[in-house]
């Protein structure tokens, strides 16, 4: 059972602009929600996470909007750059921060950002 | 900080044959162990989570004879491929996490591994 949808698949931007992929989740228990980039043949690294308790958090040129109600997501990334052009993944788990909880991924969106 | 050394970054091997993937945590003591297997251009699928001193948990799907998880210092997780076959050519990853990381978990750099 998928429990972190994510969209969408994959999304081109120009550069400058601001892409904004969306990820929703099932399970009311988690309570942690990492996005993470990944490059081609590299393993991903954290961007920015945010806990239910906030709405919105913003590390750099990277925003996370929270909407608890609606079980839902949002990763903004301001002025993109081509080097951003990656993979991003959603997550989340369960139980405060460096627990054993395993993180549930969404499925992944390939940006391009083009100049 | 928080840093995950994942090797080789690459391997090929021959059909039955076994192959070892060693994931060191360099600064810091991880008390859990993540294991993950992903196909081009697709997710990371969990295969298994190992805590220090005990036997790794397996999800649903994984074959724990075939992918052996050993995670016998807080430092030090490895997962082993026996008796490869060329499906089981993937990107192995491998995560670590501790209560002491302020974000919980932190990535190894990944292992590629084709079987011939």
């Known amino acids: 059972q998928q429990q972190v949808k994510q969209s969408p698949q994959s999304l081109i931007v120009q550069k400058g602009g601001i892409p904004i992929i969306n990820c929703a989740y099932e399970?009311?228990?988690?309570?942690?929600f990492p996005w993470y980039q990944q490059f081609p043949g590299k393993g991903p690294a954290l961007l920015i996470a945010i806990r239910p308790d906030v709405s919105e958090k913003k590390e750099g040129r990277f925003t996370i909007s929270f909407n608890k109600s609606a079980k839902q997501f949002s990763l903004h990334i301001m002025d993109s750059q081509p080097g951003d052009s990656a993979t991003y993944f959603c997550?989340?788990?369960?139980?405060?921060?460096?627990?054993?909880?395993?993180?549930?991924f969404g499925t992944g969106t390939r940006l391009q950002v083009t100049l | 900080g928080a840093v995950v050394s994942q090797h080789p970054s690459r391997v090929i091997c021959k059909s039955g044959t076994s192959v070892k993937i060693e994931c060191r945590s360099l600064d810091f003591q991880a008390t859990t162990m993540f294991w993950y297997r992903q196909f081009p251009k697709q997710s990371l699928m969990l295969m298994a989570t190992s805590n220090e001193g005990s036997k790794a948990t397996y999800e649903q799907g994984v074959e724990k004879d075939k992918f052996l998880i050993n995670h016998a210092s807080l430092t030090l997780s490895t997962l082993t491929v026996t008796s490869a076959h060329p499906e089981d050519s993937s990107f192995y990853i491998c995560?670590?996490?501790?209560?002491?990381?302020?974000?919980?978990?932190?990535f190894g750099s990944g292992t590629r591994l084709t079987v011939v």
């Open positions: 995560s670590a996490s501790s209560p002491l990381l302020v974000y919980g978990y932190t």
């Open positions: 997550a989340a788990s369960k139980g405060a921060t460096g627990t054993a909880s395993k993180l549930t």
């Open positions: 399970n009311t228990a988690f309570d942690y």
